[in-house]
């Protein structure tokens, strides 16, 4: 699947360029080949790192995409001191990791690694009516993977004790080249309170 698979889901570069300067220390969490990397760095940010469990991901990342730092890590915890970053995206990375456990484990991480005026920029796909989902919003994706969906108030009740700035509903490109609703949040760190 590394090799082939097509990520599609939007980031708003312009709303991420009115917030965060081109000096910003940015973490791609789940970064699989560099798509958000790439498109960050086409957009003149310089200091991105990339971090993503899947080793073909990253194989391929750095075979297209040379120019960009793109790390294996094989666990939730990163390799980087604390409060290091000015913002981390986390883009469909729960979409892929349907397990709540985990989840809290990421954001107890991007929550560590972000410093004190850090933003977590997050962009999931929400329900919609072209799956059947199951109790928990969970399905099996065209390539066999088991996902999840969200409903916004799940994305909001993932996001307790953050300061949610930013949450903005938009409709975005699925694997299957589908349109479906998506949300992009853009929220402090929890430690600054």
Known sequence: MASSVEFSIS???DHIKRRLPFTAKILDYGCGYGR??????????ENIIGYDTSPGMIERGQR????LVLRH??????PEPS????????????TSLPDESMQAMVLKEMNRILNNAGVLILCEFLRDDQRQYDAKGCFVSKI??????FHESEI??????????HFERLKTEAIGRSMVPAVHVIAHSSHNK
């Open 11 to 13: 980031i708003d570069i």
């Open 36 to 45: 958000i990397s790439r498109l960050l760095k086409d957009a003149g940010y």
């Open 64 to 67: 297209e995409n040379p120019d």
């Open 73 to 78: 890590n094989e666990t939730f915890e990163l």
């Open 83 to 94: 409060e290091r970053f000015d913002a981390a995206i986390v883009a469909a990375v729960f």
């Open 144 to 149: 066999g993977i088991r996902m999840k969906h």
């Open 156 to 165: 909001r009740s993932l996001l307790h004790g953050w300061d949610i700035i």
